[in-house]
């Protein structure tokens, strides 16, 4: 149990330190888990309203919302998502196969099925 605590923990601190001008759409950046990476993403949506006619944007990482932007603590940076980040458990291949239910089809893209 201690050893998903730890990983579950790392899987949310990202190298190196990012605010807000760094932020790329499509940019990779390094957990604490070794092998590991979450990606961030930069979104533009249309103005909401007449007296602001720019565009709004906003970005994700992992697909979790990124609702609170560069808390400098201690030396780090940190960024309030919107949901639980989880480690992927493995290729979507991987994922595919030990499925119940997409099994047979994941044996018809490699061939065998």
Do not use: W
């Not at 601190?13 to 990012?18: D, E, G, I, M, R």
């Not at 697909?63 to 992927?88: F, N, Q, W």
């Amino acid at each position: 149990m201690l050893i998903f605590a730890i990983t579950f923990q790392m899987y949310h601190v990202a190298t190196p330190k990012t605010c807000k001008c760094d932020f790329e759409d499509g940019k990779l950046l390094q957990s604490g888990i070794e092998d590991k990476k979450l990606r961030l993403n930069v979104y533009s949506s249309a103005p909401v309203n007449l007296f602001d006619l720019r565009p709004k944007q906003f970005a994700t990482v992992q697909c979790a919302k990124i609702v609170r932007l560069d808390d400098e603590v201690c030396g780090g940076m940190v960024h309030t998502v919107d949901k639980v980040l989880l480690p992927p458990a493995g290729s979507v291949m991987e994922v595919m196969r030990n499925s119940g239910q997409v099994r047979e089809l994941c044996g018809v893209f490699l061939g065998g099925g």
